[in-house]
């Protein structure tokens, strides 16, 4: 009967969700058996209640703002569909919490890849988010889909940051482009383009440095590297993937706003969601800028990135509470 | 969102009592709601929140507050107070073995900074301290961590000890103590591998480590963006390993740091460093107390003197603000200002320490470039045009040499004239002034007016060493 029957209704659905569960797990365990205490030991729906959630939503890291909006709404479906029971609230949550990143539009998490075309992904993030696992993963999904990849260099500051690259185009047996460290990391995306064009590739994944969204000059350095790709090359950047860490807190949504500003961030990759980190600053994201979540980064293996499903991370999240 | 960080957002909603002769409880009400919220949004775990705001509240609704004659100010000082205590009053020092060899362990999440860190650390434990440090890769996991950590090494002149990726850290840290032994290192940093909290064989290989470094300090890397989650992180590697202090790093990102906040109330774990910055030598001891002045917006004045302590010559200071003083400042003493002013570090950094700036900054972003601009303009004058700026102000085809000399414009070389004359001028007030009266707010008015940024900055440096 319920929104949640509907929601995982299909066998298959349920076995993905696995991992989701199986990443998350500490997530549930931790905030959300909370929210199932809570729930089961109230009678009534009172301001208490709502209280409560609040700060439970805040606990999985999902952005102050989008919460009060969050909790706002759910007062009014409760006055609305004149709801007492607590029990009630639970399928509300789920619904609206599925609603708040859906908005009625189709949201996919697939990649603008085409045949036809060279496709350019480029990489941002800031320090340690995890953007050189990320691509070592998203490559070796498009190699085993029989596509031509090549992994750029494009972190010409950070040590040991090409060899890294490298190490992994050699595990998932990419082509591999860099320039000796310290090279302007625009010319070197120039130079690889060239390469691409010569050598038949199909998907170039371009790996940055790490910035930290409010150094200015490295966010200028970033702007001139979306410049000169997509000058070299009509149309691209194709995808601007956004690596967020699940630990992250509110400043998410502040990489979000700046990194958008700078490069217009067309997905958001969440990284380390195996952790006990929530990575609920991603539905603030989506909520408030509209940009989707492509992928999940669920561990430190090769195939260990799913892409987003927002019904198994619901399910993730929530499976705890039924 | 109205309020970028915890300082506007905290200084706003006080700014509401400050302006009131008396405090209602409503006002205290509202207040506490502003605070709350801002320290949510600074990621503070909110177990820490709740008992900070009712901590504050109570001590607000008391007649302390009452009775005294500005009501504000003592909420300020309630609220800074609490912050201060929630995050320990004094800077915790590492602890350093006199003989035989200190030993530290980095720890942490994957990306929390850890590598770089170990090499910030032993650069700056070698300056400060005298110690002949050796690093010790046991990232074995993550491609290419033995080879950041020897990259790192190599920049700093740091002995780095490593065995590649097929032996087990247990086995390199074995080897790495005998190896300092008879390589006369007596700091040994041991730079581990990221891994989760929850990951009990990757935390086991921690403790095995552990049992044979025997390290003093075992020092957790905390990246400073992280959420509530921080508390459940610190926790996990604390019981596990008895941790002895933490590292926040990332924090000149414009993260609000509130895991800072939360980090000590719940695990009790001192943070002894921060991480300022992605160069070698942008670590910085963490004093809590000034921590939470930064929070309140009061500025970091004690970091900032300590900074410039460190990288500048007293009596040269001194020097060139009697010169400054009596009006005979000239290019050669002006490209002296810039350069001392590039060994403090970036500009933004030092601006930022300075109470009142960090607003007044807002927006108009330091530019670093200007410096160099600057530099190479004055480079282009003859000796004697150095010397004797009249020169230079005088005679057009002498300023347009300069411009083409250095490649930028005559209205280029026209600003750098004229913020010496200025510069010039607004030192000699300041030598008139009262300093008693020196004021942020007053000397903030009287150098907004300045051309380039980087003036402000340096009034304001001076002032702080004269008084």
Same mark, same amino acid.
């Given at each position: ?83 007492? &029971? ?76 090409? &060899?890294?690259?490298?190490?992994? &185009? ?95 961030? &067309? ?56 | ?467």
């Amino acid at each position: 009967m319920g929104f949640f029957d509907k929601l995982f209704k299909s066998k298959e659905k349920r076995i993905n969700a696995q991992k989701y569960k199986l990443g998350m797990s500490k997530t549930r365990s931790g905030v959300f058996n909370n929210l199932k205490i809570l729930l089961e030991s109230s009678t009534e729906i009172t301001d208490v209640l709502f209280d409560e959630l609040e700060e439970l939503f805040i606990m999985a890291d999902i952005g102050v703002d989008t919460v009060i909006k969050f909790v706002n709404h759910l007062r009014d479906t409760v006055e609305m569909k004149e709801l007492s &029971s607590p029990e009630d609230l639970k399928e509300i949550i789920i619904e609206e919490m599925f609603k708040l990143y859906v908005k009625d539009e189709i949201v996919s998490s697939n990649l603008d890849i085409k045949n036809d075309r060279l496709n350019i992904i480029l990489f941002v993030g800031v320090n340690g988010a995890g953007k050189t696992t990320t691509i070592g993963k998203v490559a070796n999904e498009y190699i085993l889909k029989g596509k031509k990849v090549l992994m750029v260099a494009g972190d010409t500051f950070r040590a040991g940051a090409i &060899s890294q690259l490298k190490i992994w &185009s050699k595990r998932v047996k990419a082509d591999f482009f860099s320039k000796e460290e310290g090279s302007d990391p625009s010319s070197v995306m120039f130079d690889a383009i060239k390469y691409a064009e010569n050598n038949d590739i199909d998907i170039i994944l371009c790996d940055t440095a790490g910035r930290l969204q409010n150094k200015v000059n490295l966010m200028r350095e970033l702007g001139k590297i979306n410049k000169v790709i997509a000058r070299e090359c009509v149309g691209a950047p194709h995808e601007t993937l956004l690596v967020v860490d699940a630990t992250t807190g509110q400043n998410g949504l502040s990489q979000a706003k700046i990194f958008n500003e700078v490069t217009n961030i &067309s997905g958001v990759v969440l990284t380390k969601l195996d952790g006990t980190a929530k990575g609920g600053i991603v539905l603030a994201i989506k909520d408030e800028l509209d940009i989707p979540i492509k992928y999940v980064g669920l561990g430190e293996k090769i195939d260990d990135l799913e892409h987003f499903d927002i019904e198994e991370y619901i399910y993730g999240m929530f499976s705890g509470i039924f | 969102m109205a309020f970028d960080n915890l300082s506007d957002r905290l200084q706003m909603s006080l700014r509401r009592v400050t302006g009131k002769g008396r405090l209602t409880e409503k006002d205290i009400e509202e207040m506490m709601r502003e605070v709350r919220l801002s320290l949510l949004e600074a990621d503070v775990n909110f177990k820490v929140v709740k008992a900070f705001t009712k901590t504050v509240k109570e001590q607000a609704m008391g007649e302390k507050i009452l009775k005294g004659l500005n009501p504000g100010q003592q909420v300020v000082k309630i609220v800074h107070d609490e912050l201060k205590n929630i995050m320990g009053e004094k800077a915790a020092p590492l602890t350093l073995n006199m003989v035989g060899i200190t030993k530290i362990m980095m720890v942490g999440l994957q990306g929390a900074g850890k590598t770089t860190t170990a090499g910030k650390l032993a650069y700056y434990l070698r300056k400060n301290n005298n110690l002949k440090p050796l690093l010790v890769a046991l990232d074995i996991y993550r491609p290419a961590a033995v080879e950041q950590l020897k990259t790192i090494g190599a920049q700093l002149n740091i002995d780095v000890f490593e065995m590649g990726i097929f032996e087990k850290p247990q086995t390199i840290i074995k080897k790495a103590l005998d190896f300092a032994v008879t390589n006369g290192n007596n700091l040994i940093i041991a730079d581990t591998a990221g891994r989760l909290h929850i990951d009990e064989s990757m935390m086991q290989e921690l403790i095995d480590i552990k049992d044979i470094l025997k390290p003093e300090e075992v020092l957790l890397n905390l990246d400073a963006m992280t959420g509530q989650d921080a508390v459940n992180v610190a926790s996990s590697f604390h019981e596990q390993l008895n941790v002895t202090g933490a590292i926040l790093t990332k924090l000149d990102g414009d993260t609000r740091g509130g895991a800072a906040l939360s980090l000590r109330q719940v695990t009790n774990i001192p943070i002894k460093f921060m991480g300022v910055g992605e160069k070698l030598d942008q670590i910085e001891v963490f004093h809590p107390d000034r921590m939470a002045s930064r929070i309140l917006g009061m500025g970091d004045v004690l970091s900032l003197v300590d900074k410039v302590t460190e990288n500048i010559d007293e009596d040269d200071m001194m020097g060139l603000m009697e010169k400054m003083m009596s009006g005979k400042y000239n290019y050669n003493d002006f490209l002296k200002q810039i350069k001392m002013l590039k060994r403090m570090g970036s500009l933004g950094g030092i601006m930022k320490l300075i109470p009142g700036m960090g607003k007044a900054l807002k927006g108009a972003n330091v530019d670093e470039k200007q410096t160099i601009y600057l530099k190479a303009m004055i480079q282009s004058m003859t000796k004697a045009e150095r010397k004797n700026p009249a020169l230079i102000s005088r005679s057009s085809s002498r300023r347009r040499r300069v411009a083409s000399g250095s490649g930028r414009s005559v209205s280029d070389v026209n600003r750098l004239i004229q913020s010496l004359e200025q510069q010039t001028q607004m030192m000699k007030k300041m030598g008139s002034m009262d300093p008693s009266k020196m004021n942020s707010a007053s000397a903030m008015s009287a150098m907004r007016n300045t051309p380039t940024k980087q003036k402000k900055g340096k009034g304001k440096n001076r002032n702080r060493f004269r008084y």
